[in-house]
């Protein structure tokens, strides 16, 4: 009958629209803001910019909108920058509000040797049209200033060529492979957050199924047909087979980020490592939430509680920082053995590729028999509470039946 349960749980949440929304909806909502902004940022602009120039100096302006017409460019081939110059500030003020242009800057005398110079515009969000600004005037700025110096601009730059770093990762098995310590941080952490996410997500769900079942006394009429053991194992694997593919969903979108961004760092082994202990950790809370259920008649009264235990959960989104960048302290040594958050601390480590074979071994015997305790405690309160109804359950009488 366990299978029976699996299944009905299983095909009735997967057809409702909160799934749909929370397993697709959403994912696919995050991969448009990821992809969507960094497609408009970087694709060429279609419409003119116009801009407004005061140039106190006499010799910046020419040089100034030259560059702009050299390193900017519409889809057509047009200067994307339309510049008028001016010796009114009041004229290019009014056109601003006018919305006749779009910005004006103003080149002062002391600009070569103070370095300063002001932008004017209607928005200060158009960081893309200020960014282009200033870049261009640097350079422009820079290369005047060489050019007084009688110093080639060329071989300065030359000279003064930022030297980069390429980072290599070498693993315990001797493999090299090219590292980026920015995706290598934000890597294990979005990992982390997605298992968070799907184990909340499906423990919640099996909090709720229960309490709406005993509240409607529909579990009455389960029970007739199966055992209380039969019946909590069957929401667990069916809640939990729902998490899988939700987890997929993710993992999924995912990949298709890390593609679009040219990322190849998510390793086989690090997608089986968090698909396994996605099932520890969802079966070990599973477990937790199935008993809140049983004793509580509503769930607001549960909320209390199972906001709690998703406290604990939340400790290494807390910590995560220092986790990720201290990946082998004590500390994260310590903690990752410790059962509400050895799964995501895996994860996490996994992740940063510093986690040892042997500590994944622990950490899975440590969940192993830390979900059979759970399940055994969580049981025998599922067995007893069930069909208590109208009696607020104490304590006292919870470690009475766990004794038992």
Do not use: C
């Not at 095909?11 to 994912?27: N, V």
């Not at 602009?45 to 460019?73: C, F, V």
């Not at 070498?170 to 799907?198: K, R």
Request: proline share 3%.
């Amino acid at each position: 009958m366990t299978y029976q349960i699996f299944k009905w749980e299983f095909i009735r949440r997967l057809k409702s629209k909160l799934f749909l929304f929370t397993a697709i909806i959403i994912p696919l909502f995050i991969l448009g803001a990821m992809i969507l902004p960094s497609v408009l940022m970087t694709g060429e602009s279609s419409e003119k910019t116009s801009i407004g120039i005061i140039d106190e100096t006499g010799r910046i302006a020419d040089t100034y909108i030259q560059k702009l017409a050299a390193n900017y460019r519409l889809k057509d081939g047009e200067p994307e920058f339309d510049v008028q110059v001016s010796e009114d500030e009041d004229k290019l003020r009014s056109l601003l509000l006018d919305k006749e242009i779009d910005a004006f800057l103003i080149f002062p005398d002391s600009i070569l040797d103070t370095g300063r110079g002001e932008l004017y515009v209607r928005s200060a969000s158009n960081f893309k049209t200020s960014d282009a600004l200033r870049r261009t005037l640097n350079k422009v700025i820079l290369n005047m200033r060489l050019s007084q110096y009688h110093l080639d601009p060329a071989i300065v730059n030359q000279i003064t060529q930022r030297v980069n770093l390429n980072t290599f990762q070498v693993s315990s098995a001797g493999e090299t492979n090219a590292s980026n310590e920015l995706v290598d941080f934000f890597i294990p952490f979005i990992a982390m957050m997605i298992l968070y996410m799907t184990i909340l997500f499906s423990a919640q769900i099996l909090l709720r199924s229960v309490i709406e079942e005993r509240s409607s006394r529909m579990i009455e009429i389960l029970l007739s047909t199966v055992t209380p053991g039969q019946l909590m194992r069957g929401k667990i694997l069916g809640l939990g087979a729902l998490g899988l593919v939700q987890l997929f969903f993710y993992l999924a979108v995912g990949f298709i980020v890390a593609l679009y961004q040219g990322l190849d760092t998510i390793k086989i082994g690090f997608i089986l490592s968090m698909m396994l202990f996605f099932i520890l950790g969802f079966i070990f809370y599973s477990g937790i939430f199935a008993a809140l259920g049983s004793i509580f008649d509503s769930e607001q009264e549960a909320q209390q509680i199972s906001g709690m235990i998703s406290l604990v959960m939340v400790v290494p989104i807390v910590l995560a920082t220092f986790f990720i960048t201290n990946p082998t302290a004590l500390a994260t040594r310590i903690l990752t053995f410790v059962p509400p958050i050895t799964p995501f601390l895996i994860v996490l480590r996994a992740g940063t590729s510093s986690i040892e074979i042997w500590e994944q071994v622990v950490a899975f015997i440590v969940m192993i028999l830390s979900i059979w305790g759970v399940l055994k405690i969580s049981g025998k309160i599922f067995h007893m509470s069930i069909l208590l109804y109208g009696k607020r359950i104490t304590l006292p009488e919870i470690i009475r039946w766990v004794r038992s």
